[in-house]
């Protein structure tokens, strides 16, 4: 079974820059993929970006150019350093670990860009 806690959310002016943390726990092994998702109010999950095992990285257009994702020695982080923010970035910012056809979720974060 995994976890999957993210932290890192919060208010911020439009142009500014947020550092989101996801961290997955429990039984971990073989190829999987981190990635985060995001959910407007009235809308879908969408995918953000996202890194798998073996450290291939993959941005959406709305993320290319702005957001960096990375993870640590042991691979089960995911950073996501969010710049140049922008008012139609806010959502619910989610944590994904998918293996073998299965998915977890973090219980997410707000990530809210105003003035």
């Known amino acids: 079974q995994v976890q999957v806690v993210e932290s890192g959310g919060g208010w911020v002016q439009p142009g500014g820059s947020l550092r989101l943390h996801c961290a997955a726990s429990?039984?971990?092994?073989?190829?999987?993929?981190l990635a985060w998702f995001r959910q407007a109010p009235g809308n879908d999950k969408q995918l953000v970006a996202s890194?798998?095992?073996?450290?291939?990285?993959y941005y959406t257009n709305s993320a290319k150019g702005r957001f960096t994702v990375s993870t640590d020695s042991t691979k089960t982080t995911l950073d996501m350093l969010m710049g140049n923010l922008k008012p139609e970035d806010t959502a619910v910012y989610y944590c994904?670990?998918?293996?073998?056809?299965?998915?977890?979720w973090g219980p997410g974060t707000q990530v809210t860009v105003s003035t």
């Open positions: 994904q670990h998918a293996s073998n056809g299965r998915a977890t």
């Open positions: 429990g039984s971990i092994r073989g190829f999987y993929t």
């Open positions: 890194i798998t095992s073996l450290n291939t990285t």
